[in-house]
């Protein structure tokens, strides 16, 4: 028996529901902090099956218009994060200002490497081709739909109940989005990604994005 248009919008809806607001306060409110990240694992794994089974999708649309990008639109949008961040730790944290680079530059330098594989790939797998590949018919129309990508970005990382978190996860999904969808690169969008998180971490703000200083308003 073939399933009918609305029985399928309504069970992919279900499924945005539960992958990308569900499981996220799951994790956000009930994990312990030393279970985030396996969970998170998790999730990346349950979305890159789901992206698998995407009807249409595959895989060899990862390396479309992956060179539609310049190294001075890299270099400007670099310089950019690094003053923005630079400003916001001497004003919310300075303390914790450039602590990797100058007490732990050996540590510094693996999340470099480990960050732009093992985090902002398999996030940008999530938030971009899973969510406007699969779920494409039940979302709104032009700009409405970078914006609930943003704003479905900045709630996936509410397990550090950080405002700063959220804010700026919310402008690096606009930034990650337009290029994966303007500019129609996944690569560039993986980049723009990485070159962002290893910038963060640098400058001191990776305090907000550590699981064991969450501190949970309740």
Same mark, same amino acid.
């Given at each position: 028996?073939? @399933?009918?248009?609305?029985?399928?919008?309504?069970?992919?809806?279900?499924?945005?529901?539960?992958?990308?607001?569900?499981?996220?306060?799951?994790?956000?409110? $009930?994990?312990?902090?030393?279970?985030?990240?396996?969970?998170?694992?998790?999730?990346?794994?349950?979305?890159?099956?789901?992206?698998?089974?995407?009807?249409?999708?595959?895989?060899?649309?990862?390396?479309?218009?992956?060179?539609?990008?310049?190294?001075?639109?890299?270099?400007?949008?670099?310089?950019?994060?690094?003053?923005?961040?630079?400003?916001?730790?001497? @004003?919310?944290?300075?303390?914790?200002?450039?602590?990797?680079?100058?007490?732990?530059?050996?540590?510094?330098?693996?999340?470099?490497?480990?960050?732009?594989?093992?985090?902002?790939?398999?996030?940008?797998?999530?938030?971009?081709?899973?969510?406007?590949?699969?779920?494409?018919?039940?979302?709104?129309?032009?700009?409405?739909?970078?914006? $609930?990508?943003?704003?479905?970005?900045?709630?996936?990382?509410?397990?550090?109940?950080?405002?700063?978190?959220?804010?700026m996860t919310f402008a690096g999904g606009?930034?990650?989005?337009?290029?994966?969808?303007?500019?129609g690169s996944f690569f560039y969008a993986?980049?723009?990604?990485?070159?962002?998180?290893?910038?963060?971490?640098?400058?001191?703000?990776?305090?907000?994005?550590?699981?064991?200083?969450?501190?949970?308003?309740?």
């Amino acid at each position: 028996m073939m @399933i009918g248009p609305p029985v399928a919008l309504r069970r992919l809806r279900l499924e945005f529901g539960l992958f990308y607001i569900g499981l996220p306060l799951l994790i956000a409110v $009930l994990f312990p902090p030393n279970w985030m990240f396996p969970a998170l694992f998790a999730l990346t794994g349950l979305g890159i099956v789901l992206l698998h089974r995407t009807p249409g999708f595959q895989w060899a649309e990862l390396r479309y218009d992956w060179a539609n990008w310049t190294l001075r639109e890299v270099a400007l949008f670099s310089a950019i994060v690094t003053a923005f961040c630079v400003g916001l730790i001497q @004003i919310t944290r300075p303390d914790a200002a450039f602590f990797l680079l100058v007490h732990r530059p050996e540590m510094l330098a693996f999340i470099w490497v480990g960050y732009p594989l093992l985090s902002a790939l398999p996030q940008e797998l999530l938030f971009r081709p899973l969510f406007f590949r699969r779920y494409h018919a039940i979302l709104p129309d032009g700009r409405a739909a970078y914006l $609930l990508n943003a704003a479905i970005f900045s709630f996936a990382h509410l397990m550090y109940w950080s405002w700063i978190v959220a804010l700026m996860t919310f402008a690096g999904g606009l930034l990650f989005t337009w290029a994966y969808r303007q500019r129609g690169s996944f690569f560039y969008a993986v980049l723009l990604h990485a070159i962002a998180g290893n910038i963060i971490f640098a400058v001191g703000l990776g305090v907000y994005f550590y699981s064991g200083n969450v501190q949970r308003p309740f």
